[in-house]
């Protein structure tokens, strides 16, 4: 793919600041880090069409009305690609970076006030006492960059095994000195596939690109036998992670108390993230941090960042836990 001519779009694949490259059959849409997202025109049909076709003749697949779907990917690119049956505006195209670079550091993080120090370390922390984190946000806020972000707290005697569809944490190649398996789903080897795998291979840690559907059940099952977890999750609101795990079991009532209370047991920490897009460009930021609890039977959620830490209204089981003074 080295050698693949992106013609046209070269200067995009090859700038460090895009992350994101969308075609929509009219338009260029581009995610920059800095610039934010922004359209530029694109009138390129003839290369649109060859592009299709050359990327479907690498993976070796047809492209057609009968297969109008292209799933590519590489070391450094994901791509992928609709047929104009079903985009009916044009081919549409989208490719994504997925770099093996640490993009998140303190010094960035307080400068763009992702977050305080303060609550840089509060991470840290939480990493280093093997808590149980999920990560909260929509599209593009930024989960994926955190999860590599706190990977680097990880004791390198601590074996790390990451789960995905597509090899984007590639922390087998920023952490080289880690113990890092790397697993990549796919038609043949379901979520659930890779985490009962997983728990033959000894692991200290799991990190899972993001709870989907009904395999939740088997990766709360292994925090059980203790391994610990970061993994990430689409919610607009770090307390309702706990509910939206519940939603992903099958056959059980929303309103079933023991699972969400066992959920409430198994998950430490949530941490929510937001991205705000302006003129100035893409900024996004660490805007809730939640723990969660059992207490009397019942699930409990308690806010301790929103803007500002509320580290007095942490539950006592997890001060123990961070090693922190316990309140008198």
Same mark, same amino acid.
């Given at each position: ?23 929509? @059959? ?35 697949? /047809? ?14 690119? !994901? ?36 977050? /305080? ?18 990560? /909260? ?12 972000? &706190? ?15 597509? &090899? ?15 697993? !990549?789903? /796919? ?38 036998? @203790? ?92 001060? &123990? ?8």
């Amino acid at each position: 793919m080295n050698s693949f001519d992106f013609g046209p779009l070269t200067p995009y694949i090859e700038d460090e600041n895009i992350t994101d490259i969308n075609y929509n @059959g009219r338009h260029l849409w581009i995610d920059h880090l800095s610039k934010g997202r922004y359209c530029e025109a694109f009138d390129e049909d003839e290369f649109i069409q060859q592009f299709c076709f050359k990327m479907a003749n690498y993976v070796n697949c /047809s492209f057609n009305v009968s297969s109008p779907i292209i799933e590519a990917e590489t070391k450094d690119l !994901r791509i992928s690609i609709l047929h104009h049956s079903i985009a009916r505006s044009g081919h549409s195209i989208s490719i994504r970076k997925t770099p093996a670079v640490l993009r998140l550091n303190d010094k960035k993080m307080v400068k763009e006030r992702y977050a /305080s120090t303060e609550v840089l370390k509060l991470l840290k922390k939480m990493v280093e006492h093997h808590c149980n984190i999920m990560i /909260s946000g929509l599209p593009s806020s930024g989960k994926t960059e955190l999860m590599k972000y &706190l990977t680097q707290f990880i004791k390198e005697s601590e074996r790390i095994i990451t789960i995905e569809d597509t &090899l984007e944490l590639r922390a087998h190649d920023i952490f080289e000195d880690k113990d890092v398996v790397a697993l !990549r789903v /796919s038609d043949r080897f379901s979520y659930v596939d890779a985490i009962k795998a997983s728990l033959r291979q000894r692991p200290d840690w799991m990190l899972v690109s993001e709870v989907r559907s009904h395999e939740v059940v088997h990766l709360l099952e292994s925090i059980s036998t @203790g391994t610990h977890l970061i993994s990430t999750i689409h919610a607009y609101d770090a307390q309702k992670i706990p509910s939206r795990i519940l939603h992903m079991f099958e056959n059980i009532e929303i309103s079933n108390q023991i699972i969400l209370n066992s959920i409430h047991e198994s998950i430490d920490f949530g941490i929510h993230l937001e991205a705000s897009i302006s003129e100035k460009g893409i900024r996004r930021f660490l805007k809730q941090i939640v723990c969660f609890d059992v207490k009397d039977e019942q699930a409990q959620s308690h806010i301790i960042y929103d803007g500002k830490l509320h580290l007095e209204d942490m539950p006592e089981r997890l001060k &123990l836990k961070l090693k922190m003074e316990r309140s008198k």
